[in-house]
Nanobody, 126 residues
Framework: QVQLVQSGGGSVQAGGSLRLSCAAS????????MAWFRQAPGKEREGVSV???????GYADSVKGRFTISHDSAKNTLYLQMNSLKPDDTAMYYC????????????????????WGQGTQVTVSS
């Protein structure tokens, strides 16, 4: 049984930094897509960043240059380092994992990843 357990997040002032973690267990496949999504109240879910088992990564335009996704294979943990945070980054953040569905890892929120973390709140004040 695959489980994704998130940690990190919290409240920070604009310009600050936070790091999110997502520890995966039970995922035995060698290939994977792991991603971060977020959803703010009253808004649709948004893809933030994605990384595949080859280490290739992608970012939403809104976070490029500020956020960094990484994966520690030894710990089987996904990270999202968030720097220069803005109030618009305020949302519930979710990690997700799946086998690569198309040969690449989608960041489209319309694609429903198979496994999800429980979510963690990030609040950025101005």
């Amino acid at each position: 049984q695959v489980q994704l357990v998130q940690s990190g997040g919290g409240s920070v002032q604009a310009g600050g930094s936070l790091r999110l973690s997502c520890a995966a267990s039970g995922y035995t496949y060698k290939t994977y897509c792991m991603a971060w999504f977020r959803q703010a109240p009253g808004k649709e879910r948004e893809g933030v960043s994605v990384i595949d088992s080859d280490g290739s990564s992608g970012y939403a335009d809104s976070v490029k240059g500020r956020f960094t996704i990484s994966h520690d294979s030894a710990k089987n943990t996904l990270y999202l380092q968030m720097n220069s945070l803005k109030p618009d980054d305020t949302a519930m953040y979710y990690c997700a994992a799946d086998l690569p569905p198309y040969g690449y890892c989608p960041l489209d929120p319309r694609y429903e990843y198979m496994y999800w973390g429980q979510g963690t709140q990030v609040t950025v004040s101005s």
